[in-house]
């Protein structure tokens, strides 16, 4: 298989790859803000930068950064804490710097520390929340399922939970459905499921036009026929991207904020900017580690590179009025979908994301939330469709239970508590391994006893082999061989070292082989 080579060598497929990902990418920076109680322009600052300075920075090759739904609840608690938004930049700025500094640590080692099944569980998770936001808007049922802060039931009580609001938000808007927004989301998936076929492929048209494209234009003019032939069915107002638009260079210009670096003499901001680096690290080396297992090249990113790179674009952004970035799997997993090869594509996503909020923002209006969420829904279902379930179940429980424990948590809390606890789980069958596999203990056929230590015995072992030894018979004989170990913690040399002393207590003969106990000084303070 051979490897691009440079940042202009496959134009043909990442330039298509770029414009997805922007289509992608500018409902999710305005929809962010929104969510965070910021201004809509920030989102796409942080779009921007994320495309252009991160994306020319990073080393990873399909990772795309910008403003992150993982993030939206901080940011959110942040501003409402630090009262004005110009202060909060300045949380964001030194955020970046910490991000950096972590770089130049080499701190991004800890990237490669999540197993497989805890990523994966991460990617599903988020395929599941995507199907849940985006399905409300597939049915035109935008307003609730965007904006408002807290969806009540019928009693008044207000709902908590976001999976569970997501699934009321989905009964409201299937009783209070659009059926033009039905129309165009259904139409643009057709578009989209025919273009994926494989056996479409081979033709030139359906490689130069890319699906996404056509799906949005579509929906554009579909929603136009509407309003000449059948108004009924035509969507406006908040069913429709909604981008500041700007009459004069001034008022462009006045889109932009600039941290108020009063906010330094203020505690609070150090503890936001320690809170936003570390979370925004977490999240970005787990979207690049997620997007190298979708990389059909198999490239690993450079985390330390890419902290850095993360830490840069987050001081950009705070400097002119963004959101704090990170790499983002939604976008990441529509790029590598899409045929991306190099990370041109990211920039080309930026690049696109500027043009259109300087040049064309009137355009882009036209377009019906519908349509992109019929987009969302695909990239949802790849990412978290039947196949994966039915992969995790035949490794096993030992794959299966981290994968579905991730998962579950990260729709009854948020991403990182996911990860965390699907963490916690996966470590605990490490544990349960180490526990069970120090060593090889078997019945010779003299009835005899034989425990064969590994090549490292660590103190993760010295609960079991102690339960082995203290299980073990009266007037019984055992040999301990220590031939194939290379190093033994101290905690299991001292279990060892007082089975041995204490052996004649109970009449076991003991024959060590290749256990030596020269040097080691036993605690008798135990």
């Known amino acids: 298989m051979i490897t691009p080579k440079g940042l202009f060598s496959e134009l043909q497929s990442d330039a298509p790859a770029g414009l997805v990902v922007f289509l992608v990418a500018l409902p999710l920076c305005l929809g962010i803000a929104l969510a965070s109680g910021a201004p809509l322009f ?8 994320g495309g252009i300075v ?11 950064s910008g403003p992150a739904a993982g993030l939206f ?48 569980g991460m990617l599903a998770g988020i395929g599941i929340t995507l199907i849940i936001t985006q399905f409300p808007h597939a049915l035109g049922y935008d307003l609730a399922a965007m ?8 009693s008044g009580k207000a709902l908590s939970n ?34 994926d076929n494989p056996k479409l492929k081979q033709f030139k048209f359906f490689k130069i036009i890319p699906g996404a494209l056509l799906a949005v234009i579509l929906g554009v003019l579909l929603n136009q026929a509407f309003a000449l032939f059948s108004p009924g069915l035509t ?28 906010g330094l003499a203020n505690f609070k901001v150090y503890e936001v900017a320690f809170t936003i680096a570390i979370i925004a690290s977490i999240e970005s080396l787990l979207s690049v580690e997620a997007t190298d297992k979708m990389d059909p090249y198999k490239r690993s990113t450079p985390t330390n590179q890419e902290l850095k790179a993360q830490g840069v674009g987050n ?49 882009l209006n036209l377009i019906p939330k519908a349509g992109l969420a019929g987009l969302l829904l695909l990239v949802g279902y790849k990412l978290a469709n039947v196949s994966l379930f039915k992969e995790m179940y035949k490794l096993g429980i030992r794959q299966l239970v981290p994968f579905i424990v991730t998962i579950a948590v990260m729709l009854a809390t948020n991403l990182l508590v996911g990860v965390g606890v699907g963490m916690v789980v996966a470590f605990f069958y490490i544990l349960k391994d180490n526990y069970t596999t120090p060593y090889f203990f078997k019945t010779l056929d003299n009835g005899s006893f034989r425990l064969e230590l590994s090549e490292h015995v660590s103190f993760l072992n010295k609960g079991s082999i102690q339960l082995t030894l203290d299980g073990l018979a009266n007037h019984s004989h055992i040999v301990i061989d220590g031939s194939k170990t290379v190093q033994i913690d101290y905690d299991v040399q001292e279990v060892l070292y007082n089975f041995f002393e204490n052996a004649d207590q109970r009449n076991i003969k003991v024959e060590l082989l290749n256990v030596d106990f020269n040097g080691f000084i036993p605690n008798k303070g135990h």
């Open 54 to 64: 991160v994306g020319s920075l990073s080393g990873s090759p399909l990772s795309v």
């Open 315 to 363: 001081m950009l952004s705070g400097l002119i009025g963004g959101l704090p970035i990170t790499a983002v799997i939604v976008r990441s997993s529509a790029n590598a979908n899409s045929g991306a090869k190099t990370k041109m594509s990211a920039i080309i996503h930026g690049v696109l994301l500027l043009v259109c909020a300087i040049f064309i923002p009137t355009v």
């Open 42 to 49: 920030a989102g796409l600052i942080a779009g921007i930068v």
């Open 73 to 120: 609840a901080i940011v959110l608690g942040a501003i409402e804490l630090l009262k004005e938004f110009d202060i909060f930049l300045v949380a964001v700025v030194l955020a970046g710097a910490l991000q950096v500094l972590l770089g130049f640590a080499k701190a991004g080692i800890v990237g490669y520390y999540f197993p497989s099944a805890v990523i994966k």
């Open 147 to 154: 904006e408002d802060e807290a969806i009540s039931l019928p």
């Open 162 to 195: 976001k999976f569970v609001e997501g699934l009321y938000v989905i009964w409201l808007a299937i009783n209070e459905y659009q059926l033009g927004a039905v129309i165009i989301a259904l139409a643009t998936m057709f578009i989209l499921l025919v273009w």
């Open 235 to 262: 969507l406006a107002d908040g069913h429709l991207i909604q981008l500041p638009v700007a009459k004069s260079p001034s008022e462009f210009a006045s889109f932009f904020t600039f941290p108020n670096f009063k």
